[in-house]
């Protein structure tokens, strides 16, 4: 039974705006790529600190990965957080113009800013209700890194970091509110790499074996291959470092030609 003055839980959010607003700017103002998230895990870390949650590091042996409880008995809640951001999408604030700070430089995409500070948000909210409610109830926050790349909680799932959580919410930032069904799929990321030979373009072509011929071969092979992949099934591909800015100035051809 609730007591019957309890607030509404939308009242223990609101009343917390203002320090998870700053939080997801300091996130956007010093966006960090995958598994490199040690600005955003401690600032994450100090607000659980400050809220009263008892906190667990390193999970899975990931430095950047955290972990709040706070609540008694009853079930456990989880509310997943991430805040890893995208090489190239450097950004300044409150501009719907592309306006890099740092040229070539990280940036959070769709919101993501927002995924690790508002997930947190409503951990404490919740926290804090239960707690003035009088109803028993863990909650969890999640701080989990690379989430646009790298995986990490399939790591923090393997080691049982989920095993006694009975229910996980997550989220992303959209135009409007509300509940989605969607469907997920699991993400796999091979890395390859291409060796070729330099020769001089003109001088001794035939000793030379363009790693860059290869890449366009394995990515001919893999479009055919898509024509008999189940329609659940998605291969995505970067080349990313196409092994230079033109075929005459690698570095051992510049000095052949020299
Ligand atoms: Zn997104």
Redesign the pocket.
Known sequence: MLKSDTKPVWDCVEDLKSSFRELSDQIWERPELNYREFHAASKHKEHLQAHGFQIAEDLSGIPTAIMGEAGEGGPVIAVLGEYDALPGLSQEAGVAAQRPITPGGAGH????SM?GSASLWAAVAVKNWLAEAGVLGRIRYYGGPAEEGGSSKSFLVRDGAFDDVDVAISW??TAFTGVLNPVSLACVELEFTFHGRASHAALAPHLGRSALDTVELMNFGVNHMREHMPTSARVHDAVIDGGGTSPKLSRRELSYVI
């Open positions: 995409g769709c919101g993501h995924l992303h930032p």
